[in-house]
Protein backbone atom coordinates (compact mmCIF):
# COMPACT_ATOMS: atom_id res chain seq x y z
CA UNK A 1 0.00 0.00 0.00
CA UNK A 2 1.37 3.37 -0.77
CA UNK A 3 1.80 5.58 2.24
CA UNK A 4 0.22 8.97 0.76
CA UNK A 5 -3.22 9.50 2.36
CA UNK A 6 -5.96 9.63 -0.47
CA UNK A 7 -7.80 13.24 -1.04
CA UNK A 8 -10.89 13.58 -1.99
CA UNK A 9 -10.63 14.00 -5.40
CA UNK A 10 -13.20 16.55 -7.56
CA UNK A 11 -11.80 15.94 -10.92
CA UNK A 12 -14.54 15.76 -14.07
CA UNK A 13 -12.80 12.66 -15.35
CA UNK A 14 -11.30 10.31 -15.21
CA UNK A 15 -12.70 10.90 -12.28
CA UNK A 16 -12.77 8.92 -8.63
CA UNK A 17 -13.31 5.54 -8.36
CA UNK A 18 -15.11 3.05 -5.51
CA UNK A 19 -12.43 2.05 -2.92
CA UNK A 20 -13.78 -1.06 -2.74
CA UNK A 21 -13.52 -1.44 -6.10
CA UNK A 22 -9.68 -0.31 -5.96
CA UNK A 23 -8.91 -2.69 -3.51
CA UNK A 24 -10.03 -5.55 -5.11
CA UNK A 25 -8.56 -4.78 -8.23
CA UNK A 26 -5.12 -4.43 -6.38
CA UNK A 27 -5.78 -7.31 -4.41
CA UNK A 28 -6.62 -9.77 -6.97
CA UNK A 29 -3.80 -7.73 -9.90
CA UNK A 30 -1.03 -10.26 -9.96
CA UNK A 31 -2.82 -13.35 -9.50
CA UNK A 32 -6.52 -13.52 -9.82
CA UNK A 33 -7.88 -16.53 -8.03
CA UNK A 34 -8.63 -19.82 -9.44
CA UNK A 35 -6.31 -18.57 -12.55
CA UNK A 36 -2.64 -17.74 -11.45
CA UNK A 37 -2.46 -15.06 -14.00
CA UNK A 38 -3.04 -11.11 -13.98
CA UNK A 39 -6.25 -9.91 -15.45
CA UNK A 40 -3.69 -7.95 -17.85
CA UNK A 41 -2.21 -10.92 -18.67
CA UNK A 42 -4.58 -13.29 -20.06
CA UNK A 43 -6.73 -13.85 -23.22
CA UNK A 44 -9.73 -12.02 -23.90
CA UNK A 45 -10.92 -15.34 -25.87
CA UNK A 46 -10.69 -17.21 -22.67
CA UNK A 47 -13.01 -18.42 -20.05
CA UNK A 48 -12.10 -16.30 -17.51
CA UNK A 49 -12.62 -13.16 -19.29
CA UNK A 50 -15.29 -14.14 -21.03
CA UNK A 51 -17.15 -14.69 -17.70
CA UNK A 52 -16.22 -11.36 -16.84
CA UNK A 53 -17.51 -9.93 -20.06
CA UNK A 54 -20.70 -12.01 -19.54
CA UNK A 55 -21.38 -10.96 -15.98
CA UNK A 56 -20.80 -7.08 -16.76
CA UNK A 57 -23.04 -7.20 -19.26
CA UNK A 58 -25.89 -8.73 -17.30
CA UNK A 59 -25.37 -6.47 -14.49
CA UNK A 60 -25.35 -3.40 -16.69
CA UNK A 61 -28.97 -4.92 -17.64
CA UNK A 62 -29.84 -5.46 -14.40
CA UNK A 63 -29.05 -2.01 -13.08
CA UNK A 64 -30.77 -0.22 -15.80
CA UNK A 65 -33.69 -2.89 -16.73
CA UNK A 66 -32.25 -3.20 -20.14
CA UNK A 67 -35.04 -4.78 -22.78
CA UNK A 68 -33.69 -8.05 -23.80
CA UNK A 69 -34.32 -6.64 -27.45
CA UNK A 70 -31.47 -4.15 -26.49
CA UNK A 71 -27.56 -4.52 -27.46
CA UNK A 72 -25.19 -3.71 -24.97
CA UNK A 73 -21.71 -2.93 -26.21
CA UNK A 74 -18.05 -2.21 -24.55
CA UNK A 75 -16.37 -0.52 -26.93
CA UNK A 76 -13.59 1.67 -27.48
CA UNK A 77 -13.01 4.88 -28.54
CA UNK A 78 -14.06 6.73 -26.42
CA UNK A 79 -17.66 8.96 -25.51
CA UNK A 80 -16.02 11.15 -28.97
CA UNK A 81 -15.87 8.17 -31.31
CA UNK A 82 -19.55 7.66 -30.56
CA UNK A 83 -20.19 11.46 -31.66
CA UNK A 84 -18.77 9.70 -35.13
CA UNK A 85 -20.42 6.37 -34.81
CA UNK A 86 -23.94 6.95 -34.02
CA UNK A 87 -24.15 9.19 -37.70
CA UNK A 88 -21.64 7.71 -39.65
CA UNK A 89 -24.32 4.36 -38.85
CA UNK A 90 -27.60 6.07 -38.21
CA UNK A 91 -27.63 9.13 -40.48
CA UNK A 92 -28.42 8.51 -44.08
CA UNK A 93 -26.33 10.85 -46.39
CA UNK A 94 -29.22 12.67 -47.83
CA UNK A 95 -31.53 13.14 -43.83
CA UNK A 96 -30.87 15.34 -40.95
CA UNK A 97 -30.07 14.74 -37.00
CA UNK A 98 -32.04 17.06 -34.86
CA UNK A 99 -29.43 18.10 -32.43
CA UNK A 100 -30.03 19.94 -28.72
CA UNK A 101 -27.14 21.80 -28.14
CA UNK A 102 -26.79 22.34 -24.09
CA UNK A 103 -23.03 22.72 -23.45
CA UNK A 104 -19.85 21.66 -24.76
CA UNK A 105 -19.96 17.96 -25.09
CA UNK A 106 -23.29 18.58 -27.41
CA UNK A 107 -20.70 21.21 -29.63
CA UNK A 108 -18.43 18.36 -29.66
CA UNK A 109 -21.74 15.96 -30.93
CA UNK A 110 -22.81 18.35 -33.71
CA UNK A 111 -19.22 18.94 -35.12
CA UNK A 112 -18.57 15.60 -35.73
CA UNK A 113 -22.31 15.00 -37.05
CA UNK A 114 -21.97 17.48 -39.97
CA UNK A 115 -18.69 16.05 -41.41
CA UNK A 116 -21.12 13.14 -41.78
CA UNK A 117 -24.54 14.60 -43.10
CA UNK A 118 -27.13 17.36 -42.24
CA UNK A 119 -27.59 18.57 -38.53
CA UNK A 120 -30.54 20.64 -37.33
CA UNK A 121 -30.03 22.31 -34.64
CA UNK A 122 -33.31 21.67 -32.22
CA UNK A 123 -31.68 24.36 -29.33
CA UNK A 124 -29.15 25.72 -28.06
CA UNK A 125 -28.15 27.11 -24.56
CA UNK A 126 -25.39 28.70 -26.00
CA UNK A 127 -26.53 33.18 -25.15
CA UNK A 128 -27.20 31.93 -21.85
CA UNK A 129 -23.05 30.30 -21.79
CA UNK A 130 -25.12 27.17 -21.47
CA UNK A 131 -26.58 28.01 -17.60
CA UNK A 132 -29.99 26.28 -18.93
CA UNK A 133 -31.63 23.29 -20.09
CA UNK A 134 -34.61 23.47 -22.77
CA UNK A 135 -38.46 23.07 -21.85
CA UNK A 136 -40.48 20.45 -24.31
CA UNK A 137 -42.05 23.49 -25.78
CA UNK A 138 -38.25 25.07 -26.76
CA UNK A 139 -37.76 22.83 -28.92
CA UNK A 140 -37.92 22.76 -33.06
CA UNK A 141 -38.11 18.91 -33.98
CA UNK A 142 -38.13 18.23 -36.90
CA UNK A 143 -40.42 14.92 -37.05
CA UNK A 144 -38.65 13.84 -40.50
CA UNK A 145 -35.18 13.67 -38.71
CA UNK A 146 -33.13 10.63 -38.57
CA UNK A 147 -33.07 10.66 -34.76
CA UNK A 148 -32.72 13.02 -32.22
CA UNK A 149 -29.63 13.75 -29.92
CA UNK A 150 -29.15 15.10 -27.07
CA UNK A 151 -26.37 15.13 -23.75
CA UNK A 152 -28.28 14.54 -20.72
CA UNK A 153 -25.51 15.96 -18.22
CA UNK A 154 -23.24 18.52 -18.98
CA UNK A 155 -19.66 18.00 -17.46
CA UNK A 156 -18.18 20.91 -17.98
CA UNK A 157 -20.84 23.37 -17.32
CA UNK A 158 -22.90 21.62 -14.92
CA UNK A 159 -26.39 21.40 -16.11
CA UNK A 160 -28.44 18.55 -16.46
CA UNK A 161 -31.50 17.00 -18.12
CA UNK A 162 -34.41 15.92 -15.23
CA UNK A 163 -36.44 14.33 -18.19
CA UNK A 164 -35.63 12.63 -21.22
CA UNK A 165 -37.20 15.01 -24.33
CA UNK A 166 -40.33 13.54 -25.74
CA UNK A 167 -39.28 13.16 -29.69
CA UNK A 168 -43.08 12.12 -30.64
CA UNK A 169 -41.18 8.56 -32.27
CA UNK A 170 -38.33 9.71 -33.49
CA UNK A 171 -35.16 7.98 -32.50
CA UNK A 172 -33.39 9.49 -29.44
CA UNK A 173 -29.82 8.80 -29.07
CA UNK A 174 -28.13 10.28 -25.56
CA UNK A 175 -24.46 11.07 -24.63
CA UNK A 176 -24.80 10.35 -20.65
CA UNK A 177 -21.27 9.78 -20.37
CA UNK A 178 -21.30 12.20 -16.95
CA UNK A 179 -24.30 10.81 -15.22
CA UNK A 180 -24.80 7.11 -16.34
CA UNK A 181 -26.30 5.03 -13.48
CA UNK A 182 -26.69 8.17 -11.25
CA UNK A 183 -29.81 7.66 -10.85
CA UNK A 184 -32.58 5.87 -12.62
CA UNK A 185 -32.75 5.44 -16.42
CA UNK A 186 -35.56 4.26 -19.00
CA UNK A 187 -33.41 2.87 -21.66
CA UNK A 188 -36.76 2.22 -24.11
CA UNK A 189 -37.27 5.73 -24.43
CA UNK A 190 -33.89 5.42 -25.85
CA UNK A 191 -32.88 4.17 -28.96
CA UNK A 192 -28.92 4.42 -28.09
CA UNK A 193 -27.81 5.51 -25.33
CA UNK A 194 -23.48 6.01 -24.94
CA UNK A 195 -21.38 6.88 -22.11
CA UNK A 196 -17.48 7.07 -21.53
CA UNK A 197 -16.75 5.05 -18.74
CA UNK A 198 -14.20 7.13 -17.05
CA UNK A 199 -16.84 9.78 -14.99
CA UNK A 200 -19.18 7.61 -13.24
CA UNK A 201 -18.84 4.03 -13.96
CA UNK A 202 -15.08 2.69 -14.46
CA UNK A 203 -11.75 3.99 -15.54
CA UNK A 204 -10.77 5.46 -19.59
CA UNK A 205 -10.70 3.30 -22.03
CA UNK A 206 -13.78 1.97 -22.27
CA UNK A 207 -17.38 3.04 -23.78
CA UNK A 208 -20.32 1.96 -22.85
CA UNK A 209 -22.97 1.79 -25.57
CA UNK A 210 -26.98 0.66 -25.36
CA UNK A 211 -28.46 0.15 -28.55
CA UNK A 212 -31.82 -1.05 -30.00
CA UNK A 213 -31.81 -3.72 -32.06
CA UNK A 214 -34.63 -2.85 -33.63
CA UNK A 215 -32.74 0.28 -34.63
CA UNK A 216 -29.75 -1.30 -35.16
CA UNK A 217 -31.86 -3.19 -38.50
CA UNK A 218 -32.44 0.39 -39.77
CA UNK A 219 -29.01 1.51 -40.01
CA UNK A 220 -27.28 3.18 -43.16
CA UNK A 221 -25.53 0.28 -45.23
CA UNK A 222 -22.44 1.69 -46.01
CA UNK A 223 -19.80 -0.84 -47.39
CA UNK A 224 -17.20 1.76 -47.43
CA UNK A 225 -17.88 1.76 -42.85
CA UNK A 226 -14.71 1.25 -41.72
CA UNK A 227 -15.23 -2.39 -39.32
CA UNK A 228 -14.74 -1.10 -36.28
CA UNK A 229 -16.93 1.95 -36.47
CA UNK A 230 -19.90 -0.37 -37.68
CA UNK A 231 -22.18 -1.19 -34.34
CA UNK A 232 -23.68 -4.09 -35.82
CA UNK A 233 -20.55 -5.76 -36.30
CA UNK A 234 -19.86 -5.45 -32.45
CA UNK A 235 -23.13 -6.48 -31.95
CA UNK A 236 -22.84 -9.40 -33.90
CA UNK A 237 -19.54 -10.50 -31.92
CA UNK A 238 -20.68 -9.54 -28.65
CA UNK A 239 -18.05 -6.85 -28.53
CA UNK A 240 -15.31 -9.27 -29.14
CA UNK A 241 -14.77 -8.32 -32.73
CA UNK A 242 -11.31 -7.11 -31.77
CA UNK A 243 -9.52 -7.31 -28.57
CA UNK A 244 -11.52 -5.52 -26.17
CA UNK A 245 -10.25 -2.97 -23.48
CA UNK A 246 -10.36 -6.01 -21.24
CA UNK A 247 -8.70 -4.20 -18.19
CA UNK A 248 -11.48 -1.56 -18.05
CA UNK A 249 -14.07 -3.12 -18.60
CA UNK A 250 -13.24 -5.80 -15.29
CA UNK A 251 -12.77 -2.95 -13.38
CA UNK A 252 -16.33 -1.47 -14.89
CA UNK A 253 -17.62 -4.74 -14.18
CA UNK A 254 -16.41 -4.55 -10.46
CA UNK A 255 -18.18 -0.99 -10.28
CA UNK A 256 -21.42 -2.66 -11.46
CA UNK A 257 -21.11 -4.98 -8.27
CA UNK A 258 -20.42 -2.29 -5.90
CA UNK A 259 -23.96 -0.20 -7.60
CA UNK A 260 -25.97 -3.54 -7.14
CA UNK A 261 -24.51 -3.87 -3.43
CA UNK A 262 -25.62 -0.49 -2.06
CA UNK A 263 -29.10 -1.20 -3.58
CA UNK A 264 -28.58 0.10 -7.58
CA UNK A 265 -29.85 3.18 -9.10
CA UNK A 266 -32.80 4.09 -6.60
CA UNK A 267 -30.11 3.97 -3.91
CA UNK A 268 -27.44 5.73 -5.80
CA UNK A 269 -29.93 8.88 -6.77
CA UNK A 270 -31.20 9.41 -2.84
CA UNK A 271 -27.56 9.56 -1.98
CA UNK A 272 -26.63 11.27 -4.96
CA UNK A 273 -29.45 14.01 -4.18
CA UNK A 274 -28.47 14.03 -0.39
CA UNK A 275 -24.82 15.15 -1.65
CA UNK A 276 -25.66 17.28 -4.62
CA UNK A 277 -28.14 19.54 -2.21
CA UNK A 278 -25.44 20.10 0.49
CA UNK A 279 -23.21 21.60 -1.96
CA UNK A 280 -25.78 23.76 -3.86
CA UNK A 281 -27.14 24.88 0.04
CA UNK A 282 -23.92 26.12 0.69
CA UNK A 283 -23.50 28.15 -2.45
CA UNK A 284 -27.03 29.62 -2.04
CA UNK A 285 -26.21 30.10 1.67
CA UNK A 286 -25.28 34.05 1.40
CA UNK A 287 -24.29 35.35 -2.35
CA UNK A 288 -20.34 35.01 -1.70
CA UNK A 289 -20.83 31.59 -4.22
CA UNK A 290 -22.28 31.96 -7.12
CA UNK A 291 -23.71 28.65 -9.09
CA UNK A 292 -23.61 29.12 -12.90
CA UNK A 293 -26.47 26.75 -13.84
CA UNK A 294 -29.75 28.07 -13.42
CA UNK A 295 -31.07 26.07 -10.10
CA UNK A 296 -33.85 24.37 -12.19
CA UNK A 297 -31.29 22.37 -14.28
CA UNK A 298 -28.24 22.14 -11.64
CA UNK A 299 -26.08 18.90 -11.98
CA UNK A 300 -26.01 16.33 -9.30
CA UNK A 301 -22.90 15.54 -10.90
CA UNK A 302 -20.93 18.50 -11.86
CA UNK A 303 -21.31 21.81 -9.56
CA UNK A 304 -19.96 25.05 -11.16
CA UNK A 305 -19.80 28.06 -9.29
CA UNK A 306 -17.98 31.24 -9.38
CA UNK A 307 -16.51 33.38 -6.50
CA UNK A 308 -17.02 37.18 -6.39
CA UNK A 309 -13.50 37.81 -8.35
CA UNK A 310 -10.62 35.47 -10.81
CA UNK A 311 -8.17 36.04 -7.69
CA UNK A 312 -10.49 34.67 -5.11
CA UNK A 313 -11.45 31.72 -7.18
CA UNK A 314 -7.27 30.99 -8.52
CA UNK A 315 -6.89 31.14 -4.12
CA UNK A 316 -9.69 28.99 -3.73
CA UNK A 317 -8.35 26.43 -5.81
CA UNK A 318 -4.68 26.48 -4.21
CA UNK A 319 -5.57 26.79 -0.94
CA UNK A 320 -8.27 23.75 -1.20
CA UNK A 321 -5.58 21.73 -2.93
CA UNK A 322 -3.55 22.55 -0.07
CA UNK A 323 -6.59 21.17 2.45
CA UNK A 324 -7.04 17.74 0.44
CA UNK A 325 -9.38 18.71 -1.71
CA UNK A 326 -8.34 18.57 -5.29
CA UNK A 327 -9.45 19.32 -9.21
CA UNK A 328 -11.87 21.78 -8.50
CA UNK A 329 -10.71 24.02 -10.63
CA UNK A 330 -13.62 24.98 -13.27
CA UNK A 331 -13.55 24.19 -17.05
CA UNK A 332 -11.59 27.44 -18.72
CA UNK A 333 -14.92 28.14 -21.40
CA UNK A 334 -17.15 28.57 -18.18
CA UNK A 335 -14.14 29.66 -15.38
CA UNK A 336 -14.71 29.25 -11.33
CA UNK A 337 -14.85 26.28 -9.91
CA UNK A 338 -16.29 22.89 -10.43
CA UNK A 339 -16.71 20.53 -7.96
CA UNK A 340 -17.48 17.06 -9.73
CA UNK A 341 -19.57 14.65 -7.48
CA UNK A 342 -19.97 11.24 -9.13
CA UNK A 343 -21.10 7.98 -7.30
CA UNK A 344 -17.81 7.05 -6.09
CA UNK A 345 -17.49 10.43 -4.23
CA UNK A 346 -17.75 10.12 -0.58
CA UNK A 347 -19.99 12.35 1.42
CA UNK A 348 -17.28 13.13 3.81
CA UNK A 349 -15.53 14.86 0.56
CA UNK A 350 -19.15 16.55 0.04
CA UNK A 351 -18.88 17.80 4.08
CA UNK A 352 -14.81 18.87 4.16
CA UNK A 353 -15.80 21.23 0.93
CA UNK A 354 -18.72 23.05 2.59
CA UNK A 355 -16.71 23.25 5.93
CA UNK A 356 -13.35 24.66 3.50
CA UNK A 357 -16.24 27.28 1.54
CA UNK A 358 -17.41 28.44 5.18
CA UNK A 359 -14.22 29.26 6.10
CA UNK A 360 -13.10 30.41 3.13
CA UNK A 361 -15.96 32.87 2.94
CA UNK A 362 -15.19 34.32 7.04
CA UNK A 363 -11.74 34.94 5.55
CA UNK A 364 -12.42 36.57 2.25
CA UNK A 365 -16.49 37.50 2.07
C1 LIG B 1 -16.02 13.39 -21.07
C2 LIG B 1 -17.19 13.46 -21.95
C3 LIG B 1 -17.11 13.11 -23.31
C4 LIG B 1 -15.83 12.69 -23.96
O1 LIG B 1 -15.41 11.49 -23.47
P1 LIG B 1 -14.10 10.75 -24.06
O2 LIG B 1 -14.26 9.38 -23.50
O3 LIG B 1 -12.94 11.50 -23.52
O4 LIG B 1 -14.17 10.80 -25.52
C5 LIG B 1 -18.27 13.18 -24.06
N1 LIG B 1 -19.43 13.57 -23.51
C6 LIG B 1 -19.55 13.92 -22.22
C7 LIG B 1 -20.88 14.32 -21.69
C8 LIG B 1 -18.43 13.87 -21.40
O5 LIG B 1 -18.55 14.21 -20.11
Keep these: MSSTPRVFNFAAGPAVLPLPVLEEAQRDLVSMPGVGMSILEMSHRGKFFEGVLAQTEKDVRALAGVPDEYKVLFLHGGASLQFSMVPLNFLPRDASADYIVSGAWSQKAVKEAKKVGGVKIAWTGETGNFSTIPAQGDLKLDPAAAYVSFTSNETIHGVEFDEVPETGGVPLVCDASSDMFSRPIDVARHALIYAGAQKNIG ?145 AGIDALVEFMKEYERKHG
Design 203 to 347: PAGVALVIVSGEWLKRRVEDPKLPSMLNYALHADNGSMYNTPPVFPIYIMGLVMKWLISIGGLPAIREINRRKAAKLYAEIDRTGFYRGHAQKSCRSLMNVTFRLPSEELEAAFVKEAKAAGLDGLKGHRSVGGLRASIYNAFPE
